[in-house]
């Protein structure tokens, strides 16, 4: 088995990097927070004191981290990833971030024969914790055909999208969705709510409809249930929203939907609740 470095163990990281050491991969974690990674420990993974020990430790280097920057910190400025990663390594960036970026690292990779491939997930906590990610990737034919395995770890749903940046301009794609659903899902329930019905029938009979989504079935009842709890948290999402902005710009495409709605949850990024899920929009119609 593969011997794998996870880097970033949040509230996605953490569960699919267990998958990983539950298929009996050879596992070592590093975070800024080592607190973070106890659990992990706790059930076998070993801890690298820095990024370079980790990269050097591996066959397969995975980051789910937070932003852009961080993503191009821990791979192209000194003593990152690429720096200590052996030649034939395959680098996995499963954070979402920017194509260009994504382009970038795979450039830098192949200059130093590593194999890079951008493969963001979505399915929220749920699906990392049971599993069923829908995991997006670019990169290299051979790389992703070699990583194939690892991947089933995680995820229920790999689809090779193309070459560099296709995973991330794919993830866009879904933001792009997932924006204008969430404006909808709230919307229907503040509507359900104010025109006197009950919540929790109304959802039996939409979800199983057209209106059927993920968001639908899976955050409409953490909203009734009042658990704002992060599966995502909002201050992400507008990150993500924001690269697709600056991406459809770039392309020359109007995207009113998503300018709508990452205005809405800047308006809820400023009323404190950046760190809350992302069905915490709800509470815009509440307040």
């Known amino acids: 088995m593969e011997k794998i470095a996870f880097i970033g163990t949040g509230v996605m990281g953490k569960n699919m990097a267990l998958h990983l050491l539950k298929a009996g991969h050879e596992v070592v974690v590093y ?6 990674a106890v659990p992990l420990i706790n059930e076998g993974a070993k801890w690298a004191e820095t990024l370079g020990e980790a990269a050097s430790f591996a066959d397969v280097v995975i980051t789910m981290i937070g932003y852009p920057q961080d993503v ?68 290299d034919k051979e790389a992703f055909d070699k990583a194939l395995s690892v991947f089933e770890r995680m995820g229920s749903n790999v689809v090779y999208q193309g070459e560099a940046g296709a995973g ?48 639908l079935s899976n955050l409409a009842p953490r909203i009734l249930d009042e658990n704002f709890e992060p599966g995502f948290y909002v201050k992400h999402f507008i990150k993500d ?9 770039a ?27 992302t069905h915490a929009l709800y509470k815009l119609w509440k307040n």
């Open 31 to 36: 975070t800024r927070t080592k607190e973070k």
């Open 72 to 139: 191009k910190e821990v791979y192209l400025e000194e003593n990152g990833i690429l720096d200590h990663a052996r030649p034939d390594t395959i680098v996995i960036d499963m954070t979402t971030s920017s194509p260009s970026l994504a382009r970038e690292i795979h450039k830098a990779a192949s200059e130093k024969r590593i194999y890079s491939l951008d493969a963001p997930v979505s399915g929220g906590d749920i699906g990392a914790r049971e599993a069923r990610l829908a995991i997006m990737v670019g990169g």
């Open 168 to 215: 991330q301009h794919t993830k866009m794609c879904n933001q792009i969705t997932i924006a204008s659903n969430m404006v909808g899902v709230c919307e229907a329930i503040a509507y359900a709510e104010a025109s006197g019905l009950n919540p929790e029938t109304v959802l039996k009979s939409i979800s199983a409809g057209a209106a059927g989504s993920w968001s």
């Open 241 to 249: 929203m924001g690269i697709a902005l600056e991406e459809a710009e």
């Open 251 to 277: 392309i020359q495409l109007k995207l009113p939907g998503l300018e709508l709605a990452k205005k809405l949850y800047e308006e809820l990024k400023d009323a404190g609740e950046e760190n809350s899920g």
